[in-house]
Nanobody, 125 residues
């Protein structure tokens, strides 16, 4: 069982930065692929970034602006977001799944077993 708690959301002006953090409880954190997804009102939950045994992966719209990282000692995963745009406004969710390797990128939300409660990010124009 893995429990995830996000923090760091808020209101920021376009062009600004935010850092989201996700604290994980449970054992063997390093065995899990960790991801960030987001969901805007009226839209489906979408992939933002994952960090897996195979590397780091990003959706095209955030490449060069967002950076995912993890600390396997502190059991945390972070999403550094820069050059924020109004279209980045959404509830951001942290997610975890046991990483089976094989080069999986884990871009689909239905691949993840554990989810946080979400944190709101609002970017004003």
């Amino acid at each position: 069982q893995v429990q995830l708690v996000e923090s760091g959301g808020g209101l920021v002006q376009a062009g600004g930065s935010l850092r989201l953090s996700c604290a994980a409880s449970g054992r063997a954190f390093s065995d899990y692929a960790m991801g960030w997804f987001r969901q805007a009102p009226g839209k489906e939950r979408e992939f933002v970034a994952t960090i897996t045994r195979s590397g780091k992966y990003y959706t095209d719209s955030v490449k060069g602006r967002f950076t995912i990282s993890r600390d396997n000692i502190k059991n945390t995963v972070s999403l550094q977001m820069g050059s924020l745009k109004p279209e980045d406004t959404a509830v951001y969710y942290c997610a975890a799944v046991l990483d089976l390797g094989f080069g999986s990128q884990y871009r689909r939300f239905n691949e993840f077993r554990y989810w946080g409660q979400g944190t709101q990010v609002t970017v004003s124009s």
